[in-house]
């Protein structure tokens, strides 16, 4: 019954429920329902939820309901030959699954093709099942599966099934194909229960390819002999397009699901290109040519050549353009010239090389041939003139044009010129520039002659078209060039002509304007057809913003643009208050006019002028007329003020008054203003109403003026408006009220009454009501309260909106007997509350007085309350309930009478207590476990006059009802309380309590009982059949102590329990014979939970393994396995801890701590059993086969009655699972072995094996798959793997290739591995070696050694011959011999050296030559030569044997007689041009030389190396010298010969500067000296001589030395 209880809902993981979501009632006589709405149910939303009901008294009431969330996806309806099948599960309990083939569970020993599997752990409420399929495991041709999942989540299970089909692709395509030629051929091929009820059909990125394609062909058929299978082909008989690049897909369709499909695909990359055989120019005068190339990678190169030229043509600025793009596949390159011309048409090629290397040439001709239009195209036209030319470009004069309407050459439209609309004139071809022009010109010109032209020009090749779209319009702003505006408002039209619909803008100057301003509007409509009218409306403008050009612009999509403009000025004038507003009426009301007329304008005006009614005012006629004006210049505008002041203004003055500003161009600006005169006073101007005793009252005010008002009205303080009743208008004044009815404080403020007038126009006056009233309350809820002595009251008075001050009154005396209550900010009332103790002679009547003025109504008033009559009553009990003594399980009564001085009149109220508190209304009472102790009923018996009896009746007392008892009757705030009754019981008043206990502890039961006397007490289980006693019970009492109640306690200890003393235990209590017993309590054992551990824990070397114990943690009540809950209803977990311990090798049991040992956290299941994983690791040989085990110790947990204790684990062995061995069958591995890898691994089960180099498998590009891997379990949890390859490429260069073998154990428990090297070897053998050069037939022969792992082939010459001789020639790349070695597959040197034919040498030259600079104009040896330096003599002197001149005494071989001159060959020359002499010795050999060095020996010079051809011996011309030649006659007085013969064959120059002195300085010095003993003269003359001489023989001279060279002219040298 306690109506002040709260209701609070929890979720599972705690939070509290959203407030939006839980709906709770109002409390009704003894109920309340709470609600909690959970929506948008998500997987984590299952669990507890809680509603715990919290009572005022701190009691709680909790009670808890599971929900279970789960949700299953659906199998598709049916699967094509899948690999996996697959349900995702989510929600709140871990779920199991059943798969179920056609009907039967399935059974791995048969269901072969199948494989379940779960793909993760039960995590975030979800888990995924898996059931793998093998289809080869399916036989081709079966009907379909019925597979079926039955997922199992709680008490709850849902399935779902599927179709599964053995329908698939039997010949797939390969991922990737390219094509590049036609006719190009794929196929595909599938199979499914009959090959009749399915058709395969071939697409191109989705695009049906049938028999209606020009470019390929399909063939769909039944396979023969097979009743399964469809075979289908696509063939591609063109590929001039990049039609088939993309993705080619082979898809079977079985009619019974259409919807469903088997397919294949090929991403088809179609290799082509393709141009036009013939491009043209356009009407830009641009020539164009476009190649187009198809291939998903773009080529390496594409070059453009024209015909008659090699190079490739580069882009230029200005002048040639080449582009290209690509769009996917398709690859567009494009050469353009900018301007074309005649010159650069041709064969052009377009050289494609792709990415593969290979190249493809296109060729188009492009021409110049145009046709184009002047001016260009669009030709807008604005002005009605129509002319426009055609101009055609080529070689050839073209014979005829043809003029047409529209945009095609069409018969039905040609132009015929003369008609009267049209006049065409063609003009002669041009020549020079290869073009023509036709003109044609259109007459009476209208919108409707807007469209497109075509001209056509014939010719013998090819007839070029151009086609201009002509569009005609008209744009034109209505009205003249400066518009005034004069009401403040901008009104402008543009007027349109044009078949095209354009798009309008206006603009003020540069600024466009929108209608989203709400002061502008633009709008348009269509008159007639081709005609549209756009209008531009602007409100509130005014001369500073917005006067100036306004323009209207049209715009089309075509680009063409029209516009018109127009300048506006703006003048507005207003009559204005003294706020700026604008004003339409003026109410005088105090005898003065004042008035304010504004104009904003372009200038100042010349005049201003007031009129009243039409009649211009005099200002100078009357000192009570009084106008001024002033003026405010702007940015951009003038603001002019004109102000009057009329001055005893009567009603006479009334009327329309106008403000005139006068402009010399007669666009003046005028306002207008109507002034009224008028008056309203208030009846009176504060109005007080007592608001407690009146409810109604009348306000009124009058109105004075000439003209009626035809309405009143008044605004109440919240500022909303009333009608009021108008009186009459008797020509001078009218009254107007308003009658108040319901008249509450609400009321109270100003109220303005308000006239209105016949002009609307409205005048008021305000008046001030104030409407207060006292309101008195009392704690008794009466104003005629009937209290006891001792009671207390309170009173309380309030006056809504405040007053000044509350006076209190009892029997009309002013009362202060009382205590002022404290009160919180009452805000704007006034409020005074009194409290008092009710006395003897409180009896009388109570109210208050309040009194209300301020500064506005200084008038007090004052105004009471209601009375309150105050009644005295006695308060004590006739008869009080009386104490007793029961047995526990009786019934027993109390009764108690109180006087009942109300009757039926005043409601009453009865209530029990026990022990101080109150029990329920319906005589029931929880302890605070919320459980039942006391099972009472009420009665009431009111029959007698002025008394009433209530009675409690207790059924079934229990020992916890003994206590105290006591009623207690109300009426209202009076309340008469009985006196005491005690309630002694004989009972157990506590039984053994619901005990869990661990393994091997001992336990103790106790009961305790209440009573007179002491109890005998004895324990009994009732498990065990007998209901015997059980033990020996100590009991023990405290009747010793005197007191009224006998305590009894009694104890029986169980020793050591275990399994088989779990059960359950009550006591039974006896006084006198008769007995009692307790409830039973369930006793729980915690032990080691064995059949969950595992005897091993297995890990992989280098991961952790994992060992688990498991142990009961969840304290339960009873042997169902219900938990035990505390005081607060929560479940009771026993608080833990666990220590790991390892087996050292003593076999001493040491902590499992640190380095190698993690012991995880304990995890408590929701069935109460406590895990706790170790983790031992990272795994190596030294934990293998370690023993470990765990101690449970639990902590005493005396509130819940548990007393803790230790258990202790059987011993678990950690076992590593690992990659022991991984072996290669060979130590030299030559490329193309086969060769085995073995792994071996131990592990709990099979681990999966994978052999892999890199990624997940064997590098493809150096091996080749053999089979494997092969696994056999060897031994107990040992496992061997074999895996067998061929290589295909060596792996020495890396210094070989790691090789892996994988273990996996599982996702949970990782993997391990070990690598193993592959070094393979080059083969020798595969490497072939050829000689560098010609092979002029030479042998190679080899030599294998396998140890050093080499290969040495060595090349031989032919056999050498009379005529012939063979060398070896080796170079840094090739050699005799050359040798291969396995660690690089390569010979070295690269290559064997050729062997050439050695050169026979017959005979040899030598040359020398002088230059001889401008040191001598002499020609020696050449044309001009004389005397001894002739061609005749000097060869003479070369071809003669003798000691000084010539070469016998030079050259080796001469003097040796090894060889003979040749005197044919010998011979010398002159270079006029250098002044250089070439002289030429040949000689013969003896014999046949083989040695370039021996023929440069034969040669060699010899006897100082030099060739003189001056001081011969002989004589060789018999021409008289004159002695001043003779100098120049011997040829050492021309230079002393210096000279380099250089017998090489290489023809190198070098050029030589030095100078040549002809004697040494001493010889001369000494001439000089001997010449000085003549005389002085002499001497000195001869001294000068010497030194010109000395400065005469100082010469530059160049040598330049070749040798074996040819002849060479003098500009060579």
Known sequence: DDASLSVAWSKPNGDAADSGDVTTSAYDTDSVVSTYAVTDITK??????????????????????????????????????????????????????????????????????????????????????????????????????TILATVTSGDYSYTTTTQLYKREITVSLDAETTMTEAPFELSCAATGEDNTAFAISWYIDDVLIDDSSETATVTDAAVDGNSYQREASLTITSNTSPLYNGIIKCEAVWTDLPDLSASTSTDLNAVGASMDEYSFSNSDDEGIMTCIVWDNDAPSSVTWTKEGSDDAIEAADGSIEIASSSDDATHTYTLKYVEMTFGKQGTYTCSVEYHDGTTADLTTYLQLLSAKFSPSNPYFVHDGAVTFSCIYSGMNDPSAVTWYTGASADDSNVITSGDGKYTIETGDFQTSTSTKTSVISLASVSVDDSGNYTCKWTTDDFSPMATLELNIRYLE???????????????????????????????????????DDSAVTIASTTPDTNEK???????????????????????????????????????????????????????????????????????VPSDVKWYQDGTEIDFDSSDDLIMNTNTQQLDNSYQYFSNITIKNFESSGEGAYTCEFVYADGNDATADVNVIYAQVEPADDCVFVDSLTETSTTLSCTYSGTSAATAVTFTLPDASTVDGTLGSHDGTSQDGEYTFSDLTSEDDGSYTCTFTLSGEQTVSAVTRLTARSAAITTSADSLSPELIVRASITLTCTVADGAKSITWYKDDAEFTDYTEVDREDDGDDLVSEIYFTIADDSAGTYKCTAAQYDDYCPTSQSFDSDDVTLTIIAAEAITNPADATVLEGVDHTFSCVFPDPFGDSVSREIVWSFNGETMLSNGE??????????????????????????????????????????????????????????????????????????????????????????????????????????????????????????????????????????GSYYCKATWSGDSVMSDGAYLTILKMETDSMDTMGWGVKGNLASVKCVFGALLLKNAEGDAYEDASGEEVYAETSVNWQYQDDNGDWQDASGDGYDVQTTQISTSGLGTSPLKVGPLSDDYNGLNVRCQITYSADTDNNFGGGVITSDSMTVMMASVTSFTVNSDTIITGDTITL???????????????????????????????????????????????????????????????????????????????????????????????????????????????????????????????????????????????????????????????EVTKFTGHYIQQKWSFGAYTDRVLCGDGAYGEYTVDVMKTKLTTEEDTCGPYTKIYCLTQGTCTLNEDDTECSWISSTSQLVVTVWVDFNEVLWDRNDRNDMVAKTNGGNVFLWNCDNTYSDEERRRKRALQDDFSSLLNPVSSWNETETYDEIDVEMTVVEDDRSNILSTITILMTAGAVLSMTVLVAAVLLIRKKRRSVTLLDVSDSESETSEQC
């Open 1238 to 1396: 073995t792994c071996v691994a131990t592990g709990d089960s099979e681990p999966d094996f994978t052999f892999y180099t890199m990624g997940d498998e064997f590098d493809s590009s150096k091996y080749t798959y053999v089979s494997g891997p092969t696994v056999t379990e060897t031994d107990d949890n040992t496992f061997q793997a074999l895996y067998v390859t061929t290589t295909t490429q060596a792996t020495i260069p890396t210094s070989g290739q790691p090789a892996y073998c994988q273990a996996d154990y599982g996702a949970a428990s990782g993997t391990d591995e070990m690598s193993q090297t592959i070094i393979s070897y080059y083969n020798c053998e595969d490497t072939e070696i050829t000689v560098l050069g010609e092979d002029p037939g030479v042998t190679i022969s080899y030599t294998d050694d396998d140890e050093a792992g080499t290969r040495t082939a060595t090349v031989s010459c032919p056999a050498n011959t009379t005529d012939t001789r063979y060398s070896i020639t080796d170079s840094d790349s090739a050699a005799e011999s050359a040798t291969c070695d396995r660690t690089t597959g390569s010979y070295s040197p690269s290559f064997l050296a050729t062997c050439s």
């Open 533 to 603: 009218q756009y209008t531009l409306v602007i409100t509130d403008v005014n001369p500073e913003d917005n006067a100036g050009s306004y323009s209207c612009v049209l715009t089309f999509d075509d680009t063409d643009e029209m516009t018109d403009s127009a300048d506006i000025v703006i003048r507005t004038a207003t009559v204005i208050d003294t706020s700026g507003s604008e004003l339409s009426d003026i109410i005088v009301s105090d005898g003065e006019l004042s008035a304010k007329c504004k104009l904003e304008a372009d200038a």
């Open 44 to 145: 984590s939303d299952g669990g507890d939820y809680t509603c715990t009901i919290s009572f005022a008294n701190g009691a709680d009431i909790v009670r808890t309901s599971y929900v279970a969330v789960s949700y299953l996806t659906d199998l598709d309806a049916q699967y094509y030959s899948p690999t996996a099948l697959s349900v995702l599960f989510e929600g709140t309990d871990e779920p199991t699954v059943v798969w179920s083939i056609d009907g039967t569970e399935y059974d791995s020993a048969t269901d072969t093709a199948y494989t379940p599997s779960i793909s993760s752990a039960w995590e975030d409420n979800s888990l995924t099942f898996q059931l793998a399929v093998d289809m080869s495991e399916i036989a081709e041709g079966s009907a379909a599966k």
């Open 477 to 515: 702003m209505d009205g003249d060039a400066t518009v005034y505006s004069l009401d403040g408002s901008i009104s402008l039209t543009c007027d349109y002509n044009g078949i095209d619909e354009g798009t309008i803008a206006w603009y003020y100057g540069t600024t466009q304007l929108s209608d």
């Open 925 to 1062: 009472y929880y302890n605070d476990d919320e459980e039942l102790v006391i099972d009472g009923t009420f009665s009431t018996d009111d029959s007698a006059a002025s008394t009433l009896t209530t009675s409690l009746t207790i059924s079934g007392v229990t020992s916890e009802a003994a206590g105290t008892y006591m009623c207690t009757i109300k009426w209202g705030t009076i309340f008469i309380r009985s006196d005491e009754a005690t309630l002694t019981v004989r009972g157990i008043t506590t039984g053994p309590s619901v005990t869990n206990a661990v393994d091997g502890q001992d336990v103790v039961l106790t009961c305790i009982t209440s009573g007179d006397t002491a109890a005998e007490i004895t324990f009994h289980q009732t498990d065990d059949g007998s209901d015997s006693a059980v033990g020996s019970v100590s009991t023990s009492d405290d009747s010793a102590d005197g007191n009224s109640v006998v305590i009894t306690t009694g104890e029986v200890t169980l020793s050591a329990v275990d399994s088989s003393s779990a």
